[in-house]
């Protein structure tokens, strides 16, 4: 089976044709999904210790931040699958734990929802 990240990383590529950019030295395994018009990101690909999100795990996860509605957001976000958005406004973004148990296809409904609404 296909490991998270790269079934993730490969799903933008066929689907939108954005390729993840590393453009963080400190962090070179941090990859940026945008838009290729507007430039505007729609998905931010991260490695972050639990601790730093509210988990009890300070286990190195693999997460994606992702734009979202805020209301759907306030429900989405269940302390395990979905968080508050690391590093990002927490009202209009959520961050997908690609390490929890979360399905593929709502991570995909989740990156087609974010990237319609940074358009």
């Given at each position: 089976?296909?490991?998270?990240?790269?079934?993730?990383?490969?799903?933008?590529e066929e689907k939108f044709g954005s390729q993840g950019e590393?453009?963080?030295?400190?962090?070179?395994?941090?990859?940026?999904?945008?838009?290729?018009?507007?430039?505007?990101?729609?998905?931010?690909?991260?490695?972050?210790?639990?601790?730093?999100?509210?988990?009890?795990?300070?286990?190195?996860?693999?997460i994606l931040n992702l734009k979202c509605k805020p209301d759907?957001?306030?429900?989405?976000?269940?302390?395990?699958?979905?968080?508050?958005?690391y590093h990002m406004n927490k009202k209009h973004w959520i961050?997908?734990?690609?390490?929890?148990?979360?399905?593929?296809?709502?991570?995909?409904?989740?990156?087609?929802?974010?990237?319609?609404?940074?358009?």
């Open positions: 089976m296909m490991p998270v990240r790269k079934r993730v990383f490969s799903y933008i590393r453009i963080f030295d400190k962090h070179p395994e941090f990859a940026v999904f945008r838009h290729a018009k507007n430039r505007k990101w729609f998905a931010v690909f991260m490695r972050v210790d639990g601790g730093k999100l509210g988990l009890k795990s300070a286990h190195e996860l693999e759907l957001a306030a429900i989405l976000r269940d302390g395990d699958q979905i968080l508050p958005a961050s997908v734990n690609l390490s929890s148990k979360i399905a593929p296809g709502q991570v995909e409904d989740l990156i087609d929802l974010s990237f319609e609404l940074t358009r």
